[in-house]
């Protein structure tokens, strides 16, 4: 198994950028393709962001597209998502999980481990 800790989320105003991390401990990273996911309140969790284990193939959900960047260094074992032109609809809980052998799909059943969860709230 591997191990996620999430970090680098906060309170930011609406059009502000910010950009979260995912460390990696435990098997090897490269491995695992890695997303994003967030989860507001009241509300299910949903896909963001992923990228295949090389890092050369992303995904994103329609509504980030265009505004946030999903990366990995294999190296450092870290996935970062980059959040720019922040919306108070992107607030939300966010998730990075790991998918052994995947390719970073939107199906969050095919991801086996989930980090804790770091919060981001934008403010309008």
């Known amino acids: 198994q591997v191990q996620l800790v999430e970090s680098g989320g906060g309170l930011v105003q609406a059009g502000d950028s910010l950009r979260l991390s995912c460390a990696a401990s435990?098997?090897?990273?490269?491995?695992?393709?890695m997303g994003w996911f967030r989860q507001a309140q009241g509300k299910e969790r949903e896909f963001v962001a992923g990228?295949?284990?090389?890092?050369?193939?992303?995904n994103y959900a329609n509504s980030v597209k265009g505004r946030f960047t999903i990366s990995r260094d294999n190296a450092k074992n870290t996935v970062f998502l980059q959040m720019n032109s922040l919306k108070p609809e992107d607030t939300a809980v966010y998730y990075c999980?790991?998918?052994?052998?995947?390719?970073?799909?939107?199906?969050?059943?095919?991801?086996?481990?989930w980090g804790q969860g770091t919060q981001v709230t934008v403010s309008s």
């Open positions: 990228i295949n284990r090389s890092g050369g193939s992303r």
């Open positions: 999980a790991a998918d052994l052998g995947g390719y970073g799909g939107s199906d969050n059943n095919a991801y086996e481990q």
């Open positions: 435990g098997r090897t990273f490269s491995n695992y393709a």
